[in-house]
């Protein structure tokens, strides 16, 4: 068997012939798992997907399409047995297909293999010949199905184009201009299609008709963006009329899958993608690296300060996901910082100093990184209000909240920061930073425990994710509603701390995926040790858990789990202070309950010490993702094993 979505969603026997899904509403059952690629969609997460306003028996009528489309795909399965293709996992469903057997998956693959090597050609070009048309092009209203084709659509063309330069890089290729034709015409905003025209022009003999397809280019460019070509372009064009055009087998530069573009159109690209999440998001980092590079190399100071600051991606996570990758940037903007002086262009000095606030992570700096990172956060902040630029304060605002994790107990600071970028962004038409506003807030309200104010700011910002095609956004709240059932299951008449954990497992599952690794690794181990801490339980003592970041300071505690309290003892003793980040509420909890089980009176003061900000929060809820409950419980264990 095999499901296709690059098109009309199908599944289709091993012999050919179709299967009958059923009605619309199975079709898009079905493709909505097949989105998740293999991790599980909540139950609550497919009504949504459904419905934009539920039904009262939502539920019941997603479990009846689940059962027909089991039926239709594993029509030969005994009425007892359990399903092998669509499963019931945790909370919700998942689909279980090896991803030779999607298209979606199988074309990504492929790609994958064509952006390492040319030998994968043969391949890309029978994946892209296999599309029928739109990713789900029969699920039109879905919002998470038009985020899936955005992103699709953008690894398709990427596809189009790395499969030409390919072929032109081998030599081959005269033939594809009819087919480069259509795509500049289709696409005409993207400058690598329309190299790729003009060399398939070249190489067919049609010098004359390559320039003019560049001259074309810089009139769409020039007439419609207000932009001059890029350096590619440029540097081409002087190639054919100086007839130095390189040979087959020398591959011209590009970046991403294949493709260097030049640094301005490549930056301009990543920060459009770093939105899409995944793979897309690791690829736009790796990308816009790439474009600081080049725009170095060519010592035009000025260039280097516009692709910086043109990256002015919304972040929320306190913590590098690649800590060199930032330690890079954050090098190359103070360079170019010192570079155009105190005097500089008062914008692109804003956007270079927020670009150090933003890149500059708490979790993986010294300390006087950190006071420079903070003074860049502070200077950007002042130089937006001057010029009273809307988009540049909300950037620089993003910095100053990325650098307000100076000590614990700042959720009420924070939420003030989020509210003024939800502001800004909302009167001068902002969405991404509206999204970050709202996640911003939510954040906050979940670190004091106002978990109805934070569910407010979770439906928005999923109401504004779905317009602005940001996948990422719900993965978030879904951490957060799993984050929320953790702390309703401490109370009477709550749900079970299983199905707490449930949650847990699902919202790990849709962070796997995010390319977020700074935030997803060791999250999942610590949510399961604050829901145990909620109940009163021993630490998870299970060898298979990675805690990531947060080792050092679970390490005591699930010795204790162990019963190796000299063990515990040691590693209590050579406990660091906790980083500056989100989680640092957490860990300073983490080390009273061990000190307090140990009776280490010192280490409990100190800690309690730490925390006498934070009596009005909740541990480890500022990242809105998991509790491990009120710190003033841990305050008051604190004092009565130091008294």
Same mark, same amino acid.
């Given at each position: ?8 969603? $199908?599944?289709?026997?091993?012999? &050919?012939? @179709?299967?009958? =899904? ?38 019941? %009528? +997603? ?18 047995? @359990?399903?092998?293709? =669509?499963?019931?996992? &945790?909370?919700?469903?998942? =689909? ?10 199988? *074309? ?19 994946? !892209? ?34 499969? %030409?330069?390919?072929? +032109? ?10 087919? =480069? ?45 207000? !932009? ?5 372009? $440029? ?33 301009? #690209? ?7 999440? &995944? ?23 000025? #260039? ?48 270079? #100093? ?15 990184? !950190? ?29 100053? *909240?990325?650098?307000? *994790? ?42 004091? &425990? ?82 145990? +801490?909620?109940?009163?339980? @021993? ?66 003061? $100190? ?37």
């Amino acid at each position: 068997m095999r499901i296709d979505v690059l098109g009309v969603v $199908r599944a289709l026997r091993d012999d &050919g012939s @179709p299967i009958d =899904l059923g009605g619309p509403r199975h079709r898009e059952v079905l493709a909505r798992l097949v989105a998740a690629e293999g991790r599980t969609v909540t139950t609550d997460t497919l009504v949504d997907d459904l419905w934009s306003d539920p039904p009262a028996r939502a539920v019941g %009528a +997603l479990r009846t399409f689940v059962a027909a489309l089991r039926r239709a795909l594993e029509p030969e399965r005994p009425p007892r047995d @359990p399903p092998r293709v =669509l499963v019931t996992e &945790g909370p919700g469903y998942a =689909l279980r297909l090896s991803r030779d057997e999607v298209d979606a998956h199988r *074309f990504q693959d492929v790609l994958a293999r064509a952006r390492r090597g040319p030998e994968a050609v043969a391949d890309l070009g029978a994946v !892209l010949a296999a599309w029928r048309g739109p990713a789900y092009a029969d699920v039109p209203d879905a919002a998470w199905a038009r985020r899936e084709r955005a992103r699709l659509e953008e690894l398709r063309l990427e596809g189009v184009e790395l499969h %030409a330069r390919i072929l +032109l890089d081998s030599g081959q290729g005269a033939d594809l201009v009819a087919a =480069l034709d259509a795509h500049v015409a289709e696409h005409p905003w993207r400058e690598p299609a329309w190299e790729l025209l003009a060399r398939a022009l070249y190489r067919a003999g049609r010098q004359a008709d390559a320039l003019a397809a560049l001259r074309r280019a810089r009139a769409m460019l020039v007439g419609h963006l207000g !932009l001059d070509p890029g350096v590619g372009l $440029r540097r081409l064009e002087t190639d054919i009329l100086n007839g130095t055009v390189p040979a087959a087998g020398s591959s011209l530069m590009w970046a991403g899958g294949g493709v260097r573009l030049g640094p301005r159109t490549t930056v301009d #690209l990543a920060r459009t993608l770093a939105l899409a999440g &995944g793979d897309a998001l690791v690829h736009s980092r790796r990308d816009r690296l790439a474009a600081i590079r080049a725009a170095e190399r060519t010592g035009d100071l000025l #260039l280097t300060a516009r692709i910086i600051g043109a990256y002015d991606v919304p972040a929320l996570w306190s913590r590098a996901d690649d800590a060199e990758q930032s330690r890079a940037v954050v090098a190359a903007a103070e360079r170019t910082l010192t570079g155009l002086g105190p005097d500089g262009p008062a914008d692109l000095r804003a956007r270079l #100093l927020s670009t150090v606030a933003v890149e500059s992570r708490s979790a993986d700096l010294s300390g006087s990184e !950190l006071k420079r990172a903070r003074k860049a956060a502070l200077r950007a902040e002042a130089l937006a209000r001057k010029l009273a630029d809307p988009a540049l304060l909300a950037f620089a605002l993003n910095g100053v *909240f990325l650098q307000s *994790f100076t000590r614990p107990g700042l959720g009420a600071e924070r939420d003030r920061i989020g509210a003024e970028i939800l502001d800004l962004a909302t009167r001068h038409g902002l969405p991404d930073f509206a999204v970050l506003g709202r996640l911003a807030r939510l954040q906050s309200a979940s670190a004091l &425990g106002d978990l109805d104010a934070a569910a407010s700011h979770a439906r928005a910002a999923d109401r504004l994710a779905a317009t602005t095609e940001a996948p990422l956004v719900p993965v978030l709240t879904q951490w957060f509603r799993a984050r929320a059932t953790a702390a309703r299951s401490a109370e009477p008449g709550g749900p079970t701390a299983a199905t707490a954990a449930a949650h847990y497992r699902a919202a790990e599952h849709a962070l796997q995926a995010a390319g977020m690794p700074g935030l997803h690794h060791g999250l999942f181990p610590l949510a399961l040790l604050g829901l145990r +801490l909620l109940h009163d339980r @021993p630490a998870p003592t299970d060898p298979r858990l990675d805690w990531g970041p947060y080792r050092p300071w679970a390490r005591p505690l699930v010795l204790l789990g162990r019963q190796r309290d000299e063990e515990a003892r040691t590693a209590l003793a050579a406990l660091p202070d906790p980083p500056h980040d989100h989680m640092q509420e957490a860990m300073w909890c983490l080390t009273i309950r061990a000190a307090v089980h140990l009776g280490e009176r010192a280490v409990a003061a $100190r800690a309690r010490a730490a925390l006498s900000h934070a009596r009005t929060e909740h541990a480890g809820a500022a990242g809105g993702m998991l509790t491990l409950g009120p710190v003033a419980r841990y305050l008051a264990e604190a004092k009565a094993c130091v008294a």
